[in-house]
């Protein structure tokens, strides 16, 4: 096709050969080379269920094209992975993808990419076709891809095949990996042996890789790729062109990772994303640009504490009021921006039932306030009955805080939560002995004993059940230290009775 036979003729007559430590004088700065470094564009994603969402990817997309790559007249595009949001990609993001790279071709722009996590293809011995693979048959973008079949290798493009690991555009040679998953330092010598067989002296050398680097945002399970094996590559390549990272990274004017045009998950509201515009000068020194320039979706997060709040309706006014004062508000009207995405994450202790919050009232609400494209509500805060060793001093030694631990649990028990302290004793009590090899009948009957010291003390009185029985629970513990209680067998049954009678008069 005819994407691959535009060099433009002014470039490739300036065929890169500037020798290392070369300076051109200041005034006198000639641009050999100008491309755009994509990542991450994430055609197809999903989320909250919001339909615009879906558009702003594509928005963002073509935005880009529009103003970026088309009013520079770049040599090349590079889309450095994750292109699409998953390999099985959906017809709609198919339509953005291909209104995006016909506007490129339109201009006679080359488009060259590598797979991602996202958009890999399966292992070729299940199946060997890919969409990634399909544009690239198709002549719409130049997918470069290591040979694997027989080793590794970086192999020349094919024009007649339409594949290959690298091509030389406009005075670069650009070289594509593909996702190299928790092998990725160990590929880096992979890599390094095969660049030295196919880098382009004279040329500008590109690498594209798409992987976490060492120091930046990195996942738990997968490990980065580490500085020193990255360094690996210093005296081969000119540009590390990185994808996978959702946030703007450089790393010593060398590698360079733009981030997601869009933000994917809320996670990624802080992080800075967005483009390179990069110039080559006929040094070789890279002038890169990065630019948010473009239409992004805003985002916020907001936080509302509901330790302490008494009911539903002061969480419901209080979630309001940070609103008013903090929330970005948008009016359709005046704004040019979109309208923003704000999570509001309810945190603390919550005084009462989950259910009691009408989340949907306070959606609808601040939606109305704030003209907000999507309110999220999550709700991260903690019932207090279930709150375990809550406000307890961080400085509290092991032996207090696993007695509290202990009655903290117990107090969710209706039935023994007026009597958590001294069970929490009885526990660690059972416990010790139970350590000390003390014989199990022995803690049977000591647990027995303190049943029924407790069933003795409360029969005839359920406030010592329902709540109000603290001290009247701690001048029995020293009556029973003293032994002076007989166990009997209906102690338990006692007490179950009683706490059933005060559960079902607590409403
Ligand atoms: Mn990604």
């Known amino acids: 096709m005819s994407l691959s036979l535009r060099y433009n003729s002014h470039t490739t007559a300036h065929a890169f050969a500037a020798p290392a430590g070369f300076v051109s004088p200041r005034a006198f700065v000639v641009i050999i080379m100008k491309f755009l470094h994509l990542a991450d564009i994430h055609l197809g994603c999903r989320r909250y269920n919001v339909e615009e969402r879906t558009a702003d990817f594509f928005r963002a997309w073509s935005d880009v094209i529009a103003r970026h790559a088309l009013p520079n007249a770049v040599d090349f595009v590079l889309i450095c992975g994750d292109f699409f949001n998953s390999r099985k990609v959906d017809p709609q993001a198919m339509n953005h993808a291909i209104i995006g790279l016909q506007m490129l071709k339109e201009a006679g722009i080359p488009v060259v990419a590598i797979e991602g996590n996202h958009d890999q293809h399966e292992s070729d011995a299940v199946n060997r076709f890919s969409w990634m693979r399909s544009l690239s048959q198709w002549g719409y973008l130049i997918l470069l891809e290591p040979d694997t079949r027989d080793g590794f290798r970086l192999v020349p493009w094919n024009e007649d095949e339409r594949s290959g690991s690298y091509i030389d555009i406009a005075g670069a040679r650009i070289f594509g990996t593909h996702w190299f998953g928790t092998s990725t330092n160990a590929a880096v010598p992979l890599v390094v042996d095969a660049l030295r067989d196919a880098r382009g002296e004279g040329l500008f050398n590109i690498l594209m890789l798409h992987t976490d680097v060492e120091g930046q945002l990195n996942r738990p399970n997968i490990p980065a790729l580490s ?17 996978h990272t959702h946030k703007r990274f450089e790393i010593e004017d060398w590698a360079f990772n733009p981030g997601s045009l869009e933000a994917c998950t809320i996670d990624e509201f802080k992080e800075e994303r967005g483009l390179y515009l990069v110039e080559v000068d006929a040094a070789g020194r890279v002038t890169a640009e990065h630019s948010r320039d473009y239409t992004q979706r805003p985002f916020q997060r907001l936080n509302f504490d509901v330790s302490g709040v008494p009911d539903a309706e002061a969480v419901h006014a209080g979630v309001l009021e940070v609103i008013r004062l903090e929330a970005r508000a948008h009016d359709p009207e005046r704004d040019t921006t979109p309208a923003p995405i704000i999570e509001i994450n309810l945190r603390g202790h919550l005084g009462f039932k989950n259910s009691l919050l009408d989340i949907p009232r306070l959606r609808d609400e601040a939606r109305a306030l704030t003209g907000a494209l999507h309110i999220m509500i999550s709700n991260r805060s903690v019932p207090v009955e279930y709150a375990v060793a809550a406000g307890l001093d961080s400085d509290a030694s092991r032996q207090v805080r696993e007695r509290r631990i202990i009655e903290d649990l117990i107090t969710r028990d209706i039935r023994f939560r007026g009597r958590a302290h001294d069970m929490a004793a009885l526990t660690l009590e059972a416990k010790r002995l139970a350590l000390g090899d003390e014989s199990p009948e022995k803690i049977l009957s000591l647990i027995e004993q303190q049943l029924e ?14 709540g109000s029985g603290d ?15 007989v166990a009997s067998a209906s102690a338990l049954q006692a007490i179950e009775r009683n706490a059933l009678k005060a559960a079902t008069s607590d409403g």
């Open 471 to 485: 001290e009247a629970m701690h001048a029995r513990t020293g009556a029973a230290d003293e032994g002076e209680l």
């Open 227 to 243: 500085i020193s094996r990255m360094k690996e590559l210093r005296a081969l390549v000119d540009y590390v062109a990185l994808g």
């Open 453 to 466: 010291l407790a069933a003795t003390q409360t029969d005839g009185a359920h406030a010592t059940l329902t």
